[in-house]
């Protein structure tokens, strides 16, 4: 899948060669600075607070008579350092910055981290700068980190080469191109009970890119869960990324996505942040789907997700909900519902157990969950009946998660009961029941709750918020199975010009990877206008052949119900008044169906791609796709068919016959297999009928390259 070495790593090993970055034996900054403010004096004093153990210097010609900090070795130059250099930060402007990499070559440097924005992400002038980095560091086989980036911080390492100096330790590794987000996930973290074990600045990645990064992060012991943000890649990194995010899958380590450049406008302010591609969403989706990475929206829902990763085991989701007030119950009960997430069934002792809990005029429901434990003798009054309650859900095989709600840590007249409470539930938490909570004093700072919070139980200021985490922890999406043939993605551009192929080439094509379709009779000029309409089928359709006409019926280019060779011939010489030259299409008439498209496409980022959706005029009304990366299987692609909306259609909802969703799913496995073959083509057959019994392709056209606009809407299909 890996699109192959950047120009900078050829010939050796991407993921080894990041131990610079990880496990320096020593390191020097060029640039260290007298101010304290400059990130080039910062990162030494970060650094040296850690505890680094290494060789440490500090390079800047003014050197001799430097009072810099304390443990760290100041020189004017690469060269006067005693001991080899694994790792070098470059704190100077961008103009300075190709001069201090040729130093780094000429010292056996191995690792490269440049901070400095300025490069490609602003101006061409920029882009030669990177240009030059990468073709002096190319010989040497030295990596880089960046340019424009946060920097690096690597626990184990003790190296904090980031402007950030509290940073929460933890499990979480992380990768980003926006230094002002993970300011705000160690923030955030901070107050969630969440820690980073590493943290990776990636910047414009002229060299070292995410996906590289995660395939290391896969491979080391530190992490347990990875956080990416993302704007986007650099043109023929797809593949990269879609091995570091199939390695984590594999090694059992999930990955939390926050995707920037969503919308068109947003992708277009990601290319002028780092300079990089942020391709469609919708592909972007589809990877990430495929290697079960969790997509979220925002800081707050990454340190959500991240805050019951980091203490919520992989279980099938059955939760068990404790609440000291009827709303509470309820509010948690509907949101488990809605999101998919299953109510557990506690066995009979347990309900008898905490029946016996409950107070006797607290509301109760059949099935014994949720527990609500208000009025008289509830929580209200012993917030210590928690943790018993608890307790007697504990070894229960039919709870996974036990979700406390209400306003825990808010009884300040009970604070050491609720002390009390805390210190029952963390001992239960060390015996294995796993437990999550919400409370309205979430985000007051309550002792209680922070207690909780650094014993591993995650606390969120709302059921909505908690539930949204917890469905990604324990609920994933399926994986698309692997593919039988796999793209070879860097081959692929984005670059070529569209050249679109002529009707009757594209129907050979489709032919021949099994894709039915009727009778079709290219008409190219007079001379077999007569042979065409004695072949024809009758009732017959005539429309234009010109593949540059992507809206036939909006040209007046479409003609239905044709009763015969007459009526063919003179029609014909109406378009032709028309549209003089243009190649017609004789077909015969297609009984109506449910209206689809299907088609392909290449993405500039992760290449061959299929899609299927609703068709006709309702592509452009209701935008109703599913796309996934090619090739899928028949399984693969009825699971796309199956999360349209329109999919109750097909399925015979209110009483209506099933539509033949198998036969849908081959035609988009073979079309997928089509993208393999040939991703310099764009195919699309649109609109498609579908029938209880097999399909039609009433119309469809192709091009070398993408087609403009890709997946445009066809009114015109023949029917009757």
């Not at 997700?305 to 119950?329: C, F, H, K, Q, Y």
């Not at 056209?701 to 606009?709: C, D, I, K, N, V």
């Amino acid at each position: 899948m890996s699109v192959g070495p950047s120009p900078a790593t050829e010939g050796v090993s991407p993921t080894g060669t990041l131990d610079a970055f990880f496990r320096p034996r020593s390191l020097a900054v060029i640039g260290a600075s007298r101010d304290p403010r400059k990130w080039g004096r910062r990162v030494l004093e970060y650094t040296r607070k850690r505890g680094f153990e290494g060789g440490l210097y500090g390079v800047n010609p003014a050197a001799p008579g430097y009072e810099g900090v304390a443990g760290v070795t100041f020189v004017s130059d690469l060269a006067e350092i005693p001991e080899p250099v694994d790792l070098v930060v470059v704190a100077l402007p961008a103009t300075r910055t190709p001069e201090a990499v040729a130093s780094c070559v000429e010292a056996g440097v191995r690792g490269v981290v440049v901070a400095a924005s300025g490069f490609g992400e602003r101006s061409g002038a920029g882009k030669a700068l990177e240009e030059e980095v990468l073709a002096t560091t190319a010989k040497a086989g030295i990596r880089v980190l960046g340019p424009n980036g946060f920097g690096l911080f690597v626990d184990s390492a003790r190296i904090n080469l980031t402007p950030y100096d509290d940073i929460p330790s933890g499990p979480v590794a992380l990768a980003t191109q926006s230094g002002n987000v993970a300011i705000a996930l160690f923030g955030e973290g901070t107050r969630a009970g969440v820690g980073f074990c590493s943290c990776v600045g990636l910047g414009n990645q002229i060299d070292v890119s995410i996906g590289e990064v995660l395939a290391y992060l896969a491979a080391e012991e530190t992490s347990r869960i990875v956080a990416c943000y993302v704007e986007g890649l650099r043109p023929g990194r797809g593949g990269d990324l879609q091995d570091g995010l199939a390695a984590c899958r594999d090694a059992g380590k999930p990955v939390v996505v926050l995707k920037a450049g969503r919308s068109a406008q947003g992708a277009t302010a990601a290319s002028t942040h780092t300079g990089s591609l942020a391709a469609d969403d919708r592909v972007w989706q589809a990877a990430l789907d495929a290697a079960d990475a969790r997509r979220v929206a925002s800081t707050q829902e990454m340190v959500d997700v991240l805050a019951a990763l980091s203490t919520i085991p992989p279980s099938r989701g059955r939760v068990m909900v404790l609440t000291n007030g009827g709303g509470d119950s309820v509010m948690a009960t509907d949101s488990l519902v809605e999101s998919g997430l299953a109510l557990a069934r506690p066995r009979p002792q347990t309900m008898a157990a905490l029946e016996a809990l409950t107070p006797p005029d607290a509301p109760r429901v059949p099935a014994g969950n949720p527990v609500t434990l208000d009025t008289a003798g509830g929580v209200d009054e012993d917030p210590q009946l928690l943790a018993r309650c608890v307790r007697a859900v504990a070894g229960d095989p039919n709870v996974d998660v036990v979700l406390i709600a209400g306003v825990f840590g808010g009884y300040h007249h009970l604070r050491e009961q609720e002390l009390a409470c805390v210190d029952d539930l963390l001992a239960a938490r060390t015996e294995g029941v796993t437990m999550v909570m919400q409370s309205a004093y979430a985000d007051a700072g309550e002792e209680p709750l922070e207690r909780l919070r650094r014993g591993g139980v995650p606390v969120y200021p709302t059921v909505q918020r908690l539930v949204g985490a917890l469905v990604r922890t324990v609920r994933t999406v399926e994986a698309v199975e692997p593919a039988t043939t796999v793209p070879d993605r860097a081959s692929t551009g984005s670059g070529t010009p569209s050249v679109l192929l002529e009707i009757g080439a594209t129907a050979e094509l489709l032919a021949r990877y099994g894709i039915a379709l009727p009778a079709l009779d290219v008409v190219p000029d007079r001379a077999a206008l007569a042979g065409a309409a004695q072949r024809v089928r009758y009732p017959a359709c005539v429309k234009l052949a010109e593949p540059a006409v992507a809206h036939k019926s909006d040209v007046g280019g479409v003609r239905l119900n044709i009763s015969g060779p007459a009526e063919a011939t003179r029609v014909a010489e109406e378009l032709w008044q028309g549209f003089p030259g243009a190649p017609l299409l004789f077909m015969p008439m297609l009984e109506p169906g449910l209206e689809l498209l299907a088609g392909t496409s290449t993405d500039p980022l992760f290449g061959p791609v299929v899609l299927v959706g609703r068709g006709g005029l309702w592509t452009e009304l209701e935008a109703d796709v599913a796309l996934r990366l090619a090739p899928v299987t028949p399984a693969g692609a009825e699971e796309m068919v199956r999360r349209l909306r329109c999919s109750p259609m097909l399925l015979g909802a209110r009483g209506q016959a099933p539509l033949d969703i198998a036969a849908l799913a081959e035609v988009v496995s073979s079309l997928s297999r089509l993208a393999v073959d040939h991703p310099e083509l764009s195919v699309e057959m649109n609109p498609l009928f579908l029938y209880q019994h097999g399909y039609a392709v009433a119309d469809l056209r192709a091009s070398r390259g993408p087609l403009q606009p890709v997946m445009t809407t066809e009114v015109d299909a023949g029917t009757s």
